[in-house]
């Protein structure tokens, strides 16, 4: 029988009865290896870069915004990113998931289905809320495009579409025709409404 090394994994800071919680589940796991645990935000890749874990479980409520998740998985493609929220809609999963995450499940996930969303990760698996799965289709339409993640996060920011064309080098049209798809992908009818799901 051949023996696997552990899974490494790495914890972002969270509220203090949920690090606790993720810390001793993967601790009593003897596939699992903790290399690192209550992150800041700001330390995020430092430890990825010092640890290079084979997962990170990301805090949403810690991040600046979605963007944070597009950077880090640029960053370091070979981590594979879990991001826990409080109570995610499937628009903000779908936006994780399209910025590069491999996992968006709630805070108040089961402590199995967790584990389980750990290892499916470390293979490289989307692992989504159940309410989502009827809902997501892996490469749909319903994934935004690289160039639909640069003009949302200029959304989020408050640019106007003028700006946009400039910042992107393309037409006022493209960014209306990106803003568009983006509004549909997300389920979003108004700018307010983006960003508010940031």
Do not use: W
């Not at 400039?166 to 307010?192: D, N, P, S, W």
Request: aromatic letters at 4%; proline letters at 6%.
């Amino acid at each position: 029988m051949v023996s696997r090394p552990p899974i490494t994994v790495a914890v972002a800071r969270f509220e203090d009865i949920v690090g606790r919680g993720l810390r001793a589940l993967i601790e009593e796991d003897d596939h699992l290896s903790l290399v690192a645990e209550g992150i800041s935000h700001e330390r995020l890749e430092a430890a990825l870069t010092q640890h290079h874990p084979d997962v990170a479980i990301l805090n949403f409520g810690s991040l600046t915004n979605a963007s944070d998740v597009r950077n880090l998985h640029q960053r370091f493609p070979d981590v594979r990113l879990v991001v826990l929220a409080n109570r995610p809609t499937p628009s903000e999963c779908r936006q994780m998931l399209a910025f590069g995450a491999t996992a968006c499940l709630a805070k108040s996930t089961e402590a199995r289905d967790v584990l389980h969303a750990i290892y499916l990760a470390s293979r490289g698996l989307h692992v989504l809320p159940p309410a989502m799965i009827t809902h997501y289709a892996p490469t749909g339409p319903e994934l935004l495009t690289p160039r639909e993640a640069d003009v949302l996060e200029l959304l989020q920011n408050g640019r106007s579409n003028a700006e946009i064309a400039a910042l992107l080098h393309v037409g006022v049209e493209t960014v209306r025709t990106h803003t568009r798809r983006i509004y549909r992908k997300l389920g979003v009818r108004t700018r307010r409404e983006l960003r508010a799901r940031r």
